[in-house]
């Protein structure tokens, strides 16, 4: 993923007759920690402009991001943050529909205390379509006192889907008492079938413990439906490692001396409860 962001609210009407230029935050940054890092940061230092809601410009501006630092084989998109009703609404609506035909896809968050209200309407109808798909409305300003998490959820839900967070990951993890540690491979061998119409992480998981197994695989492609136990022994620590670092899990023993590379099977690991809860 990559994200530029841009300011606006700071419209005033300049020397010339034209509209002020939005502020640009932040050019379009790749996904290093350094590059999030120093956005965040930019981010964290933007204020109030007190100007009129130059929404228009703000569109200009991130056209602009998008075909100067966009990737081309990446669909490109906008989220547009507002509480107020843009100035000059028929440039606005020109320039939203000039990007929607461009194919740049149209995200909207409203701060909006009533959902029949003018400007939340105005949003949705800015957005692509199907609109509620597209949207996210925050009712009012007393909402975000508390950082306004369920919203960014919401927002980050609808908006990017396969957004991974490894923070929600390991308490969700922790929650369900089993983790998928390695996809398509496992660590050990493969024990005995199970189920061979099973597809569901937590039906295979209690047939596993019902068989006393420490973890389990569960088949992909022509083996989907494949729930086999998994009898490896590892330790509390081995994972807590999983846990803490998922993209990189460790295989503590294997016959390859690593994880079994398999396009037929995913591994998971149940929480060894018992010997974790002294950690």
Same mark, same amino acid.
């Given at each position: 993923m990559r994200i530029g962001v841009g300011l606006f609210g700071n419209g005033v009407i300049e020397d010339d007759g034209t509209i002020s230029k939005a502020v640009l935050v932040s050019e379009i940054v790749g996904g290093g920690d350094g590059?999030?890092? +120093?956005?965040?940061?930019?981010?964290?230092?933007m204020a109030h402009q007190k100007g !009129?809601?130059?929404m228009a410009q703000g569109f200009v501006l991130a056209e602009k991001l998008l075909q100067q630092r966009g990737r081309k084989d990446a669909q490109s998109a906008v989220l547009t943050i507002s509480d107020g009703k843009p100035s000059f609404l028929f440039e606005t609506t020109e320039?939203?529909? @000039?990007i929607e035909e461009k194919g740049i896809m149209k995200y909207m968050v409203a701060i909006s205390e009533f959902p029949g209200s003018d400007e939340w309407r105005l949003m949705r109808e800015m957005a692509s379509q199907p609109a509620p798909t597209n949207t996210v409305r925050v009712?009012? %300003?007393?909402?975000?006192?508390?950082?306004?998490?369920? %919203?960014?959820? @919401?927002?980050?839900?609808? %908006? &990017?889907?396969?957004? !991974?967070s490894p923070s929600q990951a390991e308490d969700q993890n922790h929650a369900q008492g089993w983790m998928l540690v390695y996809k398509k491979g496992y660590c050990g061998g493969l024990g005995r079938a199970l189920s061979r119409d099973t597809t569901d992480p937590e039906a295979c998981r209690q047939l596993a413990v019902a068989a006393e197994a420490t973890g389990f695989s569960m088949g992909r492609r022509y083996r989907k439906g494949k729930c086999c136990v998994? +009898?490896? =022994?590892?330790? &509390? @620590?081995?994972?807590? =490692?999983?846990?803490k670092n998922p993209a990189a899990p460790e295989c503590p023993t294997?016959?390859?001396?690593? %994880?079994?590379?398999?396009r037929y099977y995913d591994w998971y690991a149940i929480e060894p409860t018992a010997e974790c809860d002294g950690v």
């Amino acid at each position: 993923m990559r994200i530029g962001v841009g300011l606006f609210g700071n419209g005033v009407i300049e020397d010339d007759g034209t509209i002020s230029k939005a502020v640009l935050v932040s050019e379009i940054v790749g996904g290093g920690d350094g590059d999030f890092a +120093t956005l965040k940061e930019a981010v964290a230092g933007m204020a109030h402009q007190k100007g !009129f809601t130059n929404m228009a410009q703000g569109f200009v501006l991130a056209e602009k991001l998008l075909q100067q630092r966009g990737r081309k084989d990446a669909q490109s998109a906008v989220l547009t943050i507002s509480d107020g009703k843009p100035s000059f609404l028929f440039e606005t609506t020109e320039k939203a529909q @000039e990007i929607e035909e461009k194919g740049i896809m149209k995200y909207m968050v409203a701060i909006s205390e009533f959902p029949g209200s003018d400007e939340w309407r105005l949003m949705r109808e800015m957005a692509s379509q199907p609109a509620p798909t597209n949207t996210v409305r925050v009712p009012g %300003f007393d909402a975000l006192q508390d950082g306004g998490g369920p %919203f960014v959820r @919401e927002a980050i839900a609808k %908006f &990017c889907p396969l957004a !991974f967070s490894p923070s929600q990951a390991e308490d969700q993890n922790h929650a369900q008492g089993w983790m998928l540690v390695y996809k398509k491979g496992y660590c050990g061998g493969l024990g005995r079938a199970l189920s061979r119409d099973t597809t569901d992480p937590e039906a295979c998981r209690q047939l596993a413990v019902a068989a006393e197994a420490t973890g389990f695989s569960m088949g992909r492609r022509y083996r989907k439906g494949k729930c086999c136990v998994e +009898t490896l =022994q590892f330790t &509390c @620590e081995n994972y807590k =490692q999983w846990q803490k670092n998922p993209a990189a899990p460790e295989c503590p023993t294997s016959w390859s001396g690593g %994880f079994h590379n398999s396009r037929y099977y995913d591994w998971y690991a149940i929480e060894p409860t018992a010997e974790c809860d002294g950690v």
